[in-house]
């Protein structure tokens, strides 16, 4: 009698394969990628709606609202206008320093704020990680649609710009549909990486205006592309023009503005863009998704 119940135990299932024939796994495992992307993606009227309530929250906070999104860009391309393209003289080389300038900042500013919001994605959402289980890069995703929103109001007063200043309207402004969904891409790619780096190390986020800063001196924000070539060159010259935010930038300048000089041909900046956004868009995804047990904990 012994005999058969130990052969029954036997024959019948684990208890590992019990579980997994009822859809349980274990605790505290992490999901495979395509897995963890198919649940993000069931979750994607949870981030639009997120990043519609932050969107309404940020203007209700201020009288001007919305306005103030398109403030804000326009009165620091003002100032830099003033320093740079008056007191220091930057302009004499740009045929249209107005809108060269304007664009930078525009550009700049819009990786700038996905930065500055997607380190603060975890850290300041901690309370709504531990009580509710959903896909961590949720947060950060809903930051970057936040600022794309943004982006979007924010070249309308770019075009009104570049239009008032003298530019033309030609075929090449389509370019600035494919230049700007690569930046999206790559920005948010770093705001999954920012958020779970200073998840880790708040410490880091005290230094992001002081990199972002210095990022955008290395960008050609504020004066002409050449600047650089008329004083460096070789391999330090090669890794300035190599700056994932020099060549959106100068994507941009050149789908809205004629004859305007670039560091390096269209084609090979198309080339550096588009491995900028695979390399740092798909990296910072994966690298978020490793930490994804990680967050909340501690």
Not at 123 to 143: D, G, K, Q
Request: glycine share 8%; hydrophobic share 50%.
């Amino acid at each position: 009698m012994a005999q058969t119940a130990v052969a029954d135990s036997d024959t019948g299932p684990s208890l590992t394969e019990l579980a997994r024939s009822h859809g349980l796994t274990k605790a505290g495992r992490l999901p495979r990628l395509p897995e963890y992307t198919r649940h993000l993606w069931s979750y994607r009227h949870f981030i639009a709606a997120f990043a519609n309530a932050k969107v309404s929250a940020s203007l209700g906070s201020t009288k001007l609202g919305v306005v103030w999104q398109l403030l804000t860009p326009l009165i620091n391309a003002g100032v830099y206008y003033l320093i740079f393209g008056v007191l220091i003289n930057t302009k004499q080389d740009v045929d249209n320093f107005i809108a060269y300038l304007c664009a930078g900042v525009f550009i700049f500013g819009f990786t700038q704020s996905v930065v500055q919001a997607g380190s603060q994605s975890i850290t300041a959402n901690i309370a709504l990680i531990r009580a509710l289980h959903f896909p961590r890069a949720s947060l950060p995703i809903a930051v970057s649609l936040v600022e794309v929103r943004n982006m979007l109001a924010s070249m309308v007063v770019l075009i009104a710009i570049v239009l008032l200043t003298g530019e033309p309207i030609t075929v090449q402004w389509l370019l600035l549909i494919p230049a700007l969904i690569f930046q999206t891409i790559f920005n948010t790619g770093l705001a999954l990486f920012v958020s779970r780096l200073i998840s880790k190390v708040t410490d880091i986020r005290q230094l992001i205006p002081y990199i972002l800063r210095i990022w955008m001196y290395g960008s050609a924000v504020l004066y002409p592309v050449t600047f650089f070539a008329e004083r460096i060159d070789g391999w330090q010259l090669a890794l300035v023009e190599s700056n994932p935010m020099l060549i959106y930038i100068e994507l941009v300048r050149h789908a809205l503005m004629e004859n305007v000089e670039l560091a390096t041909p269209a084609p090979w900046l198309w080339v550096q863009a588009a491995i900028w956004t695979v390399l740092v868009g798909f990296g910072g995804y994966v690298y978020f998704w490793r930490g994804e047990k990680g967050y909340g904990r501690g």
